[in-house]
C-alpha cells in the first residue's frame, strides 16, 4: 500500500521542534540523533510506503487489552491486560517484542497508563477505584504508591516538565 505524503517535514525540522518542545537545544545527543535520522531518509519525491505487515505479536491477556501507552522515548509499551481474575499490566520492549516487567495491575479494568517523564516509573488507573505507581527501575511487584478514589478512575497522569516526585492528576 503507497500513500502519497502529505504535509512535508525533513528531519532536521522535525529534530528541531522535538528539541523545541523539550525547551533545549543541542544537549549532547548527536548519536542518538543520527540514529534517529537513518530511519527517516528517502529519496526526495518517493512515494511513502506505509507499513502492512505485522512486526510483533504481544500477549494481551484472555480478555483482551484496554489501555496502552509508550514511553516517551518510544522504546518501552505498556499494556493493561484483563484475565480472569486480575488485570495485569505488562511491558514490553518495542524494537524486539520481548516482555520486560508484568505488574500484577489492578482487580478490574485498565482504563489508562502514564510513563513519568523520564521513563522510571507508571502509572496505571482502574476502575476498581485505585491510581497505582509502579517502579520500572526496580520492577517490583508492589506498587509505589497507592491513591484510592471513591469511584472509578478513567484517567491519570504525571506532570509533563515537574521535578521528581512530580505532580500527578487523575480523574474518576
Known amino acids: 500500500a503507497t500513500q502519497p505524503e502529505s504535509g512535508r517535514y525533513d528531519f532536521e525540522e522535525l529534530w528541531q521542534q522535538v528539541q523545541h518542545r523539550r525547551g533545549g537545544g543541542g544537549d549532547g545527543k548527536g548519536k542518538e540523533r543520527q540514529r534517529l535520522a537513518k530511519n527517516w531518509r528517502r529519496i526526495p519525491g518517493q512515494v511513502c510506503h506505509i507499513p502492512n505487515r505485522v512486526q510483533h505479536r504481544l500477549e494481551a491477556g484472555k480478555k483482551g487489552c484496554f489501555s496502552l501507552a ?7 509499551l505498556a499494556c493493561g491486560c484483563a484475565e480472569e481474575e ?3 499490566i505488562r511491558v514490553y520492549d518495542v524494537q524486539s517484542g520481548e516482555l520486560t516487567a508484568i505488574f500484577p495491575g489492578h482487580h478490574d479494568l485498565v482504563y489508562d497508563l502514564c510513563f513519568s ?10 476502575s476498581d477505584g485505585t491510581v497505582k ?14 491513591l484510592s478514589h471513591p469511584c472509578f478512575v ?13 505532580i500527578i492528576i487523575t480523574g474518576g
Open 70 to 76: 509508550f514511553s516517551p522515548d518510544g522504546h518501552s
Open 117 to 126: 517523564p523520564h521513563a522510571d516509573e507508571l502509572l496505571s488507573c482502574s
Open 133 to 146: 505507581v509502579w517502579d520500572l527501575a526496580g520492577l517490583g511487584a508492589t506498587p509505589l504508591l497507592v
Open 86 to 88: 486480575l488485570c495485569p
Open 154 to 166: 478513567y484517567a491519570a497522569q504525571f506532570h509533563p516538565v515537574a521535578a521528581q516526585p512530580g
